[in-house]
């Protein structure tokens, strides 16, 4: 199962994201749930990226293992973009989550 627990700050604000884990929705190379989850997390940071010019701090690893934090202290119009973007990404991981539940779970924390 991939699980994603979105980290939200007091105000409500994502301020980090962690993805790691596998679907097993299919066999390795044919896995929808995990081709998809992929594509949405790794497309939001490169839009992040690409369209704010904000390096988040990024880890990969093994499993599926993402995690992306937002640094602090960014312009506040700035942080309203990337707060659009990952909003979004949020968004489209609970649909997936709602179609696919027994592959994916999200968590959120504060």
């Given at each position: 199962m991939i699980r994603a627990t979105i980290n939200r700050t007091k105000s409500g604000s994502i301020q980090s994201f962690t993805i790691s884990g596998h679907a097993g929705f299919a066999a390795h190379g044919s896995?929808?749930?995990?081709?998809?989850?992929?594509?949405?997390?790794?497309?939001?940071?490169?839009?992040?990226?690409?369209?704010?010019?904000?390096?988040?701090?990024?880890?990969?690893?093994?499993?599926?293992?993402?995690?992306?934090?937002?640094?602090?202290?960014?312009?506040?119009?700035?942080?309203?973009?990337?707060?659009?973007?990952?909003?979004?990404?949020?968004?489209?991981?609970q649909s997936m989550e709602k179609d696919y539940g027994k592959y994916i779970k999200l968590t959120f924390k504060q």
């Open positions: 896995d929808i749930v995990c081709a998809g989850v992929s594509t949405i997390s790794i497309g939001t940071v490169n839009s992040i990226i690409g369209l704010t010019g904000v390096t988040p701090d990024i880890e990969q690893g093994a499993d599926g293992f993402l995690r992306c934090e937002i640094p602090d202290n960014l312009p506040v119009e700035t942080q309203e973009k990337i707060q659009l973007l990952l909003e979004s990404m949020v968004i489209t991981l």
